[in-house]
């Protein structure tokens, strides 16, 4: 038997010291410049990460979530309308719709890849519907061509909520094509993250770059001219952290594909539902997400925690399954969600990044089928 192992479940210390003096010279160079905010750091983040998408404009902001919410702002879409999305998500992707006062319509996941089911999103389709927001969950794109062939067909707006999968792509898309914009975040745990809190937006829509750095910045076009707007700006160190980050991205992603691919191999012949990889998409494996199928989720969660492996849940309370919802917002469920309720019943994340040894991918593996022998 193996001995005991901690097997934590983010790397972030553990990046930080591989690039330890590409970042310290980077946020060297921003305190040495004198510019903080707005700044020459952030304009060449930008720059790069829009070409990173290979799309005209990237505007950076405090938050993904903020990078959902203000296109839709921008875009006028706000009280008396509808949009579309799923409730096994991370709450974020809720919050922008009512943040700007329209309304959540809850449509459900399909069972292989947990994203939005999109054969279930014509029967939520009102006179007031005016979005969709397809998420992007565990690193895998959405069904973005048969998405946007709806859209088209109803005259909506998409937003691509890809919180979870910067560098991934469709069987043959990228991600940006099939959208009016695509939201991300950069808060840490994600896979372009940095050490704190920002977000951006992503797209080829002039009015939709100019509106959104408008509102970032106090609505302000010009100095000392405004309009109503906030404050979200993406800060120049961060932004600083970002590009020296943003070069080794692709490396980060294969390296989570391997390890991937090693649990799914390890974990093939048990109960275990293993995530599901659509011919030619390329999956980003910000989290890998196994599903009970026998009910037992809690059960394994303690024991690989018991074992000192830091697997967690992601979500385990759907939107919609959550304390007092809907708060007075307006929200519906159309068709029933009952695979969104399972995957939050069943999901369980095992450790996932890119400095994982090779001795922790082994042992999460040798301790999660110790616990299926005796599970069945
Ligand atoms: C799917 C999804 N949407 C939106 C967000 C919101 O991003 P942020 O935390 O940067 O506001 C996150 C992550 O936190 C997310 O995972």
């Given at each position: 038997m193996t001995q005991k192992m901690q097997v934590g479940f983010y790397g972030h210390v553990r990046q930080y010291h591989a690039l330890k003096n590409e970042l310290d010279q980077a946020i060297a160079e921003v305190l040495e410049s004198?510019?903080?905010?707005?700044g020459p750091a952030l304009a060449r983040f930008e720059k790069e990460l829009a070409e990173y998408f290979g799309m005209k404009h990237a505007v950076g902001l405090n938050s993904g979530t903020d990078a959902i919410w203000l296109p839709l702002l921008a875009l006028g879409i706000g009280p008396g309308d509808e949009i579309i999305t799923v409730t096994n998500t991370f709450f974020a992707t809720a919050e922008a719709i009512w943040i700007v006062g329209a309304k959540a319509v809850f449509v459900d996941s399909e069972p292989k890849t947990n994203n939005i089911d999109v054969s279930k999103i014509e029967a939520a389709i009102s006179p007031r519907t005016k979005a969709i927001i397809p998420v992007h969950l565990y690193g895998q794109c959405a069904e973005m061509d048969r998405i946007a062939a709806l859209a088209k067909q109803h005259k909506l707006i998409v937003i691509e909520d890809c919180a979870q999968a910067i560098d991934g792509h469709g069987a043959n898309f990228?991600?940006?094509?099939?959208?009016d914009a695509v939201a991300t975040s950069f808060i840490i745990q994600k896979n372009l993250g940095t050490f704190g809190d920002s977000g951006a937006v992503i797209t080829n829509r002039e009015d939709i770059a100019t509106g959104v750095k408008r509102l970032r910045n106090h609505g302000s076009p010009a100095r000392s001219k405004h309009t109503f707007g906030f404050n979200s700006r993406l800060d120049d160190l961060h932004a600083a952290i970002l590009s020296v980050k943003l070069k080794h991205l692709t490396k980060w992603t294969d390296r989570r594909r391997e390890i991937a691919a090693m649990y799914s191999a390890g974990l093939k012949d048990t109960s275990l539902k293993l995530p599901y990889e659509l011919p030619?998409?390329?999956?980003?494996?910000h989290l890998y997400v196994l599903e009970t199928t026998k009910g037992k989720r809690d059960d394994l969660l303690s024991f690989l925690n018991k074992e000192g492996i830091d697997a967690k849940c992601h979500y385990p309370i759907a939107i919609h399954q959550q304390e007092g919802y809907p708060w007075g917002k307006e929200a519906a469920i159309v068709g029933g969600v009952p695979n969104s309720e399972w995957n939050a019943a069943n999901c369980i994340s095992l450790p996932m990044f890119p400095e994982l040894t090779q001795d922790e991918i082994d042992y999460t593996i040798e301790k999660t089928l110790e616990w299926c022998k005796d599970n069945g």
């Open positions: 004198g510019q903080y905010v707005m990228k991600v940006g094509e099939h959208s030619g998409y390329r999956h980003v494996m």
